[in-house]
């Protein structure tokens, strides 16, 4: 269950990385029937990216981090707290696996090691699961809503799916540890 929950974490905390860094976490919508499409905009944490007809790709950093807006600028911070702690949580879980290896006689090390794990894998797949749901409630909700004008409306890109996929393997990985330690 230790193994299990160590691969869980560490293919979560890849995770958690790759979808930090892609830019397609808004990708362009293609509505009202359009079947030629010449360009295909993606919006990420860090950059925005134009591909034109598949061939030329285009990535520009956002110029200033004070003109972001305020939830960009937190789903930034949150995103990297989150890589930050699944590296923690991951070390962690390879020591408290190591020290369980080990021997028996220290119950009270492998607890601690154990439980540490289990918490800092459920707190970072809380903290991926927050901004990667917000950004897709408002991709869906601004998909709907009729005021929005047809160019900006924006479809779910890869990296939400990346991110909710990484956010099931890491509290996957919290619950096997937390059941470890108790």
């Known amino acids: ?7 869980f ?6 995770g958690t990385l790759a979808a930090t860094a892609m830019p397609q976490w808004r990708v362009s919508a293609y509505v009202d029937g359009n079947i030629v499409v010449f360009e295909t905009i993606w919006e990420g944490l860090w950059m925005d990216c134009i591909s034109q007809l598949g061939i ?10 004070l003109a972001l807006p305020p939830p960009l600028e937190a789903f930034r911070a949150l995103m990297c707290v ?3 702690l699944s ?3 991951f070390l962690t879980a390879i020591v408290g696996v190591k020290y369980t290896q ?3 006689e ?13 918490v800092a894998f459920l707190l970072t797949g809380a903290l991926v699961l927050i901004p990667v749901s917000w950004t897709g409630g408002s991709i869906i909700r601004d998909f709907y809503d009729p005021e929005v004008p047809v160019p900006l409306k924006r479809e779910l890109g890869a990296a939400l799916y990346v991110g909710w996929g990484s956010t099931a393997l890491l509290l996957a990985a919290g619950a096997m540890y937390c059941h470890c330690w108790c």
């Open 102 to 104: 080990r021997g028996k």
């Open 9 to 14: 974490g560490g293919v979560g905390m890849v």
């Open 106 to 118: 220290g119950a009270q090390g492998v607890s601690i090691f154990i439980l540490a794990a289990g």
């Open 87 to 89: 590296v923690v949580s």
């Open 82 to 84: 989150a890589v930050g």
């Open 1 to 7: 269950l230790q193994i299990t929950g160590l691969i």
């Open 56 to 65: 030329r790709l285009q990535c520009k950093f956002y110029d200033s981090v």
